[in-house]
């Protein structure tokens, strides 16, 4: 099927530095998104992304956080400045559609591990 | 409370046995995902499946609106099955999924 790719496959940083997680979305689509899962924990919504803007964010989508995807380059996640908690791997997913008419196609993740 | 309940939590069996894994939701669906998460972490989409039944090889995903749920059937199941199964509600019209908390399945040989 469809593939999303994710760059880096693991970044391991110091607290308080700057991290950005990279994704290329399948060609065609239209709708981005990024997912968070705390090891053995829930998959859990962050932020998605359509037409240059964010369309909705949880409360997980801290003021650090910010989305981008500059014309025909990658969706990236950016954390600024990372903190402890954030430790965790983050899933880009893309979709053609939404609102039911939309399948989602998840990247194989970035584990990134705050110090 | 959770609004995407998966059960059972956990789930052991003996190869060639067949498995029911449920999703139940307690808002109104756009659409429902399922997929498989490996052992190591990367998702595998298995079904798209707003309503009704699909098939895929062994697997089987119905997802019944009115009564708000949605079941995956693994038949004759084998070891490489074992991993977490997932289900995912998108509800409103952003592409947002709520994912429930999974279903741990290990196949012994």
């Known amino acids: 099927g469809p593939k999303v790719l994710q760059i880096p496959s693991h970044q391991i940083i110091d607290m308080g530095q700057m991290v950005t997680l990279n994704c290329d979305p399948v060609s065609n689509h239209l709708y981005f998104y990024w997912y968070k899962q705390i090891l053995g924990q829930q998959m859990e919504f962050l932020v998605n992304f359509y037409n240059g803007k964010v369309m909705e964010k949880s409360k997980l989508f801290k003021d650090q956080f910010s989305v981008e995807r500059p014309d025909g380059s990658y969706f990236t996640l950016k954390i600024q400045p990372t903190a402890l908690e954030d430790s965790a791997v983050y899933f880009c997913?893309?979709?053609?559609?939404?609102?039911?008419?939309?399948?989602?196609?998840f990247g194989p993740g970035t584990r990134l591990t705050v110090l | 409370g959770q609004q995407v309940q998966q059960s059972p939590a956990s789930l052991v069996l003996q190869e060639g046995e067949n498995a029911e894994l449920q999703c139940n939701f307690s808002t109104s669906l756009n659409s429902m995902q399922w997929f498989y998460q490996r052992p190591g972490g990367s998702l595998v989409s298995l079904f798209y499946n707003p309503s009704g039944t699909k098939h895929s090889g062994r697997l089987t995903s119905t997802t019944v609106i009115k009564e708000r749920r949605s079941s995956l059937h693994i038949s004759s199941s084998q070891t490489t099955d074992s991993g977490t199964y997932l289900c995912a509600l998108e509800t409103g019209n952003t592409g947002k999924l709520i994912f429930g908390l999974g279903t741990t399945l290990q196949v012994q040989p």
């Open positions: 997913a893309s979709s053609l559609l939404t609102g039911g008419d939309a399948e989602q196609f």
